[in-house]
């Protein structure tokens, strides 16, 4: 994910705040977010559980899926509320978190 947000330009990155910003305002665009974001956690189960040869119905494998998309959804919100954000800061920033297990502020 990184990867591929480090090759967006500028003009790209302002173009995913605006389209966030949108889709946080209009309540229809929101509902088809996350009705792709679900197909999208299903082909994260998919491909993890090939790569570790198990079921992509297994629960672990779809808990990962869908934290994976929960930080997504999070930084997607974030970004589109926080003009100034840097978008590639925030997908790292989110994932590092994820990957240590979500310590919170604090802890």
Do not use: W
Request: hydrophobic share 45%; glycine share 8%; net charge negative.
């Amino acid at each position: 994910m990184i990867s591929g947000v480090e090759e967006l330009s500028d003009g790209e990155l302002a173009t995913v705040r605006e389209r966030d910003q949108l889709i946080m305002s209009i309540p229809e665009l929101r509902a088809a977010t996350l009705k792709n974001m679900t197909g999208t956690m299903k082909l994260i189960a998919e491909m993890v559980a090939k790569r570790i040869g198990c079921s992509p119905d297994d629960m672990a494998v779809r808990t990962f899926a869908g934290a994976v998309i929960g930080v997504n959804i999070s930084v997607m919100l974030h970004y589109a509320e926080h003009p100034d954000a840097d978008f590639k800061q925030l997908l790292d920033t989110a994932l590092g978190q994820l990957e240590a297990g979500l310590p919170l502020p604090g802890e």
